[in-house]
């Protein structure tokens, strides 16, 4: 212990002139992200609407139970979509568009049926077929025939059908 001494002492006289070294740092900065604002100027354009009515039908394998099939054709009774008919919907419009080079189908209607051993359903759309023609810049006199249809959020109001005929 004796020979032990001397080195302690040594290390506690070193260590008891070392001072404590604190230390604080603060920064602080404000983080604002930048404003990514454009402006795209709107676009209006004719539809040119096919008199000729048009009907297409898509055929879809069934993977639902009986059940579910009568609970959707319930809910399509009733104009409710259950998402795998709003599904069927839109890939049926999507393909009836293609086929027909339309750019929309007005007044579309739906018919969704299902095969009587329930394998397929088959979803049909009939409407005429539109192509949207002549764009142009908006001006004044086509903003003020939309903003009546606008609702209190800015959002085009998609309850009605709006068709507009210029007098020329």
Same mark, same amino acid.
């Given at each position: ?39 795209? /100027? @709107? ?5 040119? #609407?096919?008199? &000729?009515?048009?009907? !297409?039908? +898509?055929?879809?394998? $069934? ?49 969704? /049926? @299902? ?5 397929? #359903?088959?979803? &049909?759309?009939?409407? !005429?077929? +539109?192509?949207?023609? $002549? ?34």
């Amino acid at each position: 212990m004796k020979k032990h001494f001397p080195l302690l002492l040594l290390v506690a006289v070193l260590l008891s002139s070392c001072s404590a070294i604190y230390t604080y740092r603060e920064s602080t900065a404000r983080y604002v992200e930048p404003m990514r604002a454009g402006f795209v /100027t @709107p676009v209006v354009a004719d539809m040119k #609407i096919s008199p &000729t009515k048009i009907s !297409y039908t +898509a055929k879809f394998e $069934n993977n639902l139970s009986k059940r579910d099939v009568i609970s959707i054709m319930d809910d399509v009774n009733n104009n409710r979509d259950a998402g795998i008919v709003l599904t069927w919907k839109k890939n049926t419009l999507a393909a009836a568009l293609k086929l027909h080079q339309a750019d929309d189908i007005v007044t579309p209607t739906f018919e969704i /049926t @299902p095969s009587e051993d329930l394998k397929y #359903i088959e979803v &049909t759309v009939t409407g !005429y077929p +539109a192509n949207y023609i $002549n764009y142009r810049k908006a001006t004044q006199e086509d903003v003020n025939l939309i903003v009546p249809f606008l609702d209190d959020n800015k959002n085009l109001k998609t309850d009605g059908v709006l068709i507009i005929k210029k007098n020329n």
